[in-house]
């Protein structure tokens, strides 16, 4: 089955700096990428997601790079903010098996 | 109203006690999932369900058990809770927009 791997499992910034995350995934077939962030004592909400025929998707202040050959993509965070500090995680959804499966997390944090 | 509810919230049980957790939407999807998080080892599928007969086990279904009972319920079970299930549990659903995951719930065995 799939594996996703995620790193770094911390992070910290300084406020207005870019932060970056990086995962890899094994199955080849996986066509789904969503990156989900986590508040402290909240549900995991998505923020973005990009699927296998883009490598680059952009809203606002996030993006999200894909590398099909390398099986790996990334979350970009740029002019970060205090209210950006959480836990991240990235996922891969294979097309063959429909089930997804996530990283292990990375906790953001933004120091003012 | 929350569109994916899950109940209880928190709760503490002892060792080999039976538990349910129950979770119930408004979204009207037909996928839903159950999910455990741990520290360090992000969420992990435990059992997931695309319609009331379809019912599929995730990578760490061992010592849980699921029922569908309508669209809009998916109850997960511990049929003899031991202490390494001490998690918290996602209910999710699965529509157009990606996952929406409930509250979760907060379980303890000691």
């Known amino acids: 089955g799939e594996n996703v791997e995620q790193h770094p499992s911390t992070l910290s910034v300084q406020e207005g700096d870019s932060a970056v995350i990086k995962c890899t995934y094994s199955?080849?077939?996986?066509?789904?990428f969503p990156w989900y962030k986590q508040e402290l004592g909240k549900r995991p909400q998505l923020i973005i997601d990009?699927?296998?025929?883009?490598g680059e998707k952009k809203d606002q202040r996030i993006a999200v790079t894909l590398n099909k050959t390398a099986k790996h993509f990334s979350l970009h965070i740029t002019e970060t903010q205090p209210e950006d500090s959480a836990v991240y995680f990235c996922a891969a959804r294979s097309y063959n098996n429909n089930d997804m499966r996530f990283g292990a997390g990375t906790r953001l944090t933004v120091k003012p | 109203d929350a569109d994916v509810t899950q109940t209880p919230r928190n709760r503490i049980t002892k060792t080999g006690k039976r538990i349910m957790l129950e979770c119930s939407q408004t979204?009207?999807?037909?996928?839903m999932y159950w999910y455990r998080q741990d520290p360090g080892l992000g969420l992990r599928l435990i059992y997931y369900?695309?319609?009331?007969?379809?019912?599929n086990k995730g990578e760490i279904s061992d010592g849980y058990s699921v029922s569908r009972q309508a669209q809009a319920k998916f109850s997960l079970s511990l049929e003899s809770a031991i202490p390494n299930q001490t998690a918290l549990y996602f209910c999710a659903t699965r529509g157009s927009g990606g996952y929406t995951f409930g509250s979760g719930t907060r379980l303890t065995v000691v």
């Open positions: 369900s695309f319609d009331v007969k379809d019912i």
């Open positions: 990009i699927r296998s025929n883009v």
């Open positions: 199955d080849s077939a996986s066509n789904y």
């Open positions: 979204k009207g999807h037909d996928r």
